[in-house]
């Protein structure tokens, strides 16, 4: 391991050796005074609460939600219950990370604080819902999302919706402006299979007849 480690840094001190423009004469020297001037050693622990420790256990609270309706069911948030839901989390210091950042292991989550990732699956009408004027429905999720936000700005807007095909959001000739509006406002959008598939039981039909295209994210 040490030595293939080795034979690529060779390569790679060749290869920069190699195809540099500037004549090696013509290069600043570089030498460890000069380090030692740019380097200036700072001692960060007076800055940070050093009685907090990271939670390294790497589990992260995933909340999926499916539909926010008038009435309360087993698939069903209210409006006023989702809202009690972000304020809740909001008071116990969580805040939302996107899932994106969360595969990627990239968690800038203030010290102090718990990151928590928002989902949505099926891509229902009543999670990004046009009203007749033009306006978002305060009342569905994406409308309720972003007054929270709004209301609390150092809750993040983050949030993934894993949408099924086609017709994403049930709202005829709004599917493309929808995504676009998530993906510009930093949330995220997931893949839950074109025709809401229970890929746990094979069907005999190619899996890619399922999916409808390449996903960042799946939800099965
Ligand atoms: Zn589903």
């Known amino acids: 391991m040490k030595k293939n480690l080795l034979i690529a840094l060779l ?46 256990s790497g589990r992260i609270m995933i909340l999926m939600y499916h539909n926010i309706g008038e009435e309360e069911k087993e698939w069903v948030r209210t ?24 595969a990627k292991g990239y968690i800038d989550t203030e010290q102090g604080f718990t990151p928590v990732v928002l989902t949505f699956d099926d891509g229902n009408r009543n999670n990004f819902r ?22 609390h700005p150092d809750f993040p807007l983050e949030a993934t919706f894993f949408l099924n095909g086609p017709g994403v959001f049930q709202q005829k000739g709004t599917e493309e402006q929808k995504i676009q509006f998530l993906l510009e406002r930093g949330m995220d959008v997931g893949n839950h299979t074109l025709e809401h ?3 746990s039981k094979p069907t005999g039909r190619r899996f890619s007849d399922k999916s409808g295209g390449r996903p960042y994210f799946w939800r099965i």
């Open 11 to 56: 390569i790679m001190l060749t290869t920069l050796a190699g195809c540099g423009n500037e004549s090696p004469a013509e290069a600043p020297e570089l030498t460890t005074e000069a380090l030692d001037q740019s380097v200036e050693p700072q001692d960060l622990r007076d800055q940070v609460d050093l009685s907090l420790k990271p939670d390294e």
């Open 79 to 102: 409006p006023e219950n989702f809202l009690r839901d972000m304020t809740v989390l909001y008071e116990k210091g969580y805040r939302p990370i996107s899932l994106r950042d969360y």
């Open 130 to 151: 046009y009203l007749d004027s033009g306006e978002i429905d305060p009342r569905s999720a994406v409308g309720l999302l972003l007054a929270f936000h709004e209301s």
């Open 197 to 199: 598939a229970n890929l």
